[in-house]
């Protein structure tokens, strides 16, 4: 019995990589400034973490999503 299951390809873009890191790097930033008190940074940190989600979008909308014209997949 064989089921061949597609790889949906979540995440496996320079668009999806970029966002990630962008977000993670905010909640990196966002979490060292709720520890030392500074809600300006929090928020600052909360306000780069939409940025990245942004940045993916527009990524992935100028080709560099999954299945994008500037995307090329590298076989496994």
């Given at each position: 019995?064989s089921?061949?299951?597609?790889?949906?390809g979540?995440?496996?873009?320079?668009?999806?990589?970029?966002?990630v890191?962008?977000?993670?790097?905010?909640?990196a930033?966002?979490?060292?400034?709720y520890f030392?008190?500074?809600p300006?940074?929090?928020?600052?940190?909360?306000?780069?973490?939409v940025v990245?989600a942004i940045?993916?979008?527009?990524?992935?909308r100028?080709?560099?999503g999954?299945?994008g014209a500037?995307?090329?997949?590298k076989?496994h």
């Open positions: 019995m089921h061949d299951i597609a790889e949906p979540h995440g496996h873009s320079p668009a999806a990589w970029t966002a890191v962008i977000m993670l790097v905010a909640v930033i966002g979490t060292t400034a030392f008190d500074l300006w940074l929090v928020w600052a940190s909360a306000g780069l973490l990245g940045v993916g979008w527009i990524m992935a100028i080709g560099y999954v299945g500037k995307y090329t997949s076989g």
